[in-house]
Structures are given as structure tokens and as C-alpha cells.
Nanobody, 118 residues
Framework: QVQLVESGGGLVQPGGSLRLSCAAS????????MKWYRQAPGKEREWVAS????????YVADSMKGRFTISRDNAKNMMSLQMTSLKPEDTAVYYC???????????WGQGTQVTVSS
């Protein structure tokens, strides 16, 4: 049974930091590109960051570059998103995503709420 479980969300003041985690199980994690997406109220789901399966290359959306860092630990089947200098516009539900196009596989977590407010 495939599972992606996000954790680490919460309420933080502007300028603060949070670290989100995604625990994966039920599939060969190391073979999958892992991504974070977010969805703010009334808006479409937005890509945040990606980390590849083989080289571990990372990519971050321009609006979050320099503030967000994505990482993975294949030994622990975990992915993280370190978020710093948070802004109110970062408020959203953050989702973990695992994708392997060759397998036709695309898995999603249930999301974790991040609220940036004073």
C-alpha cells in the first residue's frame, strides 16, 4: 500500500521557519522523483520544488528560490522541505508527490497546512 505522509506544518510568524517532512512507503522511493506542491485557498495547486531520483538534483520555484530547500534521504524513505523567511503568501496546504513516468506512477500525500501569520 502506497503511503505519503506529510508532517511539520503549523502556524508560524512572518520571517519564521518550518521544516516539512514526507514519509514514504509502499513503493521503491529511491527510484522516484519527489516533489512538493502547495495550494492556497481559492487558488490552483502550485509546484514548489523537486528532487530527482538518481542524481538528487534539486529545483525550486523562482518565488521560493533562496528561501526553500528540498532534500531527501533514500535510506529513510524521507523527503523534506526546509522553509525560511516565510511570508503570509506562503500560507497553503503543502503536498508531497512521488512520480515515476516510466511506471505511470503518480502518488500524493494528504497535505499539511502551513499558515504564516502574525
Amino acid at each position: 500500500q502506497v503511503q505519503l505522509v506529510e508532517s511539520g506544518g503549523g502556524l508560524v510568524q512572518p520571517g519564521g521557519s518550518l521544516r516539512l517532512s514526507c514519509a514514504a512507503s509502499g513503493f521503491p522511493f529511491y527510484m522516484y522523483t519527489m516533489k512538493w506542491y502547495r495550494q492556497a485557498p481559492g487558488k490552483e495547486r502550485e509546484w514548489v520544488a523537486s528532487i530527482t531520483s538518481t542524481t538528487g538534483s534539486t529545483y525550486v520555484a523562482d518565488s521560493m528560490k533562496g528561501r526553500f530547500t528540498i532534500s531527501r534521504d533514500n535510506a529513510k524513505n524521507m523527503m523534506s522541505l526546509q522553509m525560511t523567511s516565510l511570508k503570509p503568501e506562503d500560507t497553503a496546504v503543502y503536498y508531497c508527490n512521488a512520480v515515476r513516468a516510466e511506471f505511470g506512477s503518480n502518488y500524493w500525500g494528504q497535505g499539511t497546512q502551513v499558515t504564516v501569520s502574525s
